[in-house]
């Protein structure tokens, strides 16, 4: 990923979203203790705490452009053999689901990074007919320790067995993959389990 002003390339970019207050919040009259200068990649905590990221978004920032900023080009380089990983974090309440888009949001603006991303993943496919593609998509909770498979209804209640190799990765036994055709939910093909040896373990993807 392209960086600043120098073309130098970082396998990780760091960037934060300060939420608007909720509405509740602004009734009991809290205030927000963080302060982004436009335009810039520092964010000061209180009044003098000052941080820099790669990206600092502050609350006006809208979900077009948390995902243009930070998430359509990792989908472009991914259609050039690059592996991704968009990671949400930050403390309960914090907006992780809202930002990320798992939750069923009606307006299409409001669609977070999982929406959006997979509708550009069909329209590059769409306009690079000179390749076949085919789409499979799993979706793992991890909460708590505990792993579900949230693709495979019979199986979310059940652990998916993992074990830690000699290096330090974990490969999770059992999860299931269905193939995918359209953005909006259709899908085909059968759920089927993952051998062990075919998937990439957490942390074995490689960028450059
Ligand atoms: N950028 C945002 N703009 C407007 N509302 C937001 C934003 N981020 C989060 N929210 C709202 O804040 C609340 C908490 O967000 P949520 O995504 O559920 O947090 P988390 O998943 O981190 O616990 C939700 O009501 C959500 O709709
Ligand atoms: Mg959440």
Known sequence: ???GKSSECTPVRVAVRVRPLLPKETLHGHQSCVHVASDSRLLTLGHDHCFSFDVVLDQNANQEELYSTCVESLVHAFFQGFNATVFAYGQTGSGKTYTIGEANIGTEEDQGIIPRS???VFKLIDENEARDHTVRVSYL????????DLLEVETANKDIPRHQTPNLQI????LGRLGAHRADGERWGAAEGIHPDQQRPP?????D
């Open 171 to 174: 490969p999770l036994c059992g």
């Open 1 to 3: 990923v392209e960086t």
């Open 141 to 148: 909770e991890v909460y708590k320790e505990e792993f579900k």
């Open 203 to 207: 942390g074995s993807g490689q960028r």
């Open 118 to 120: 997979l509708a550009e």
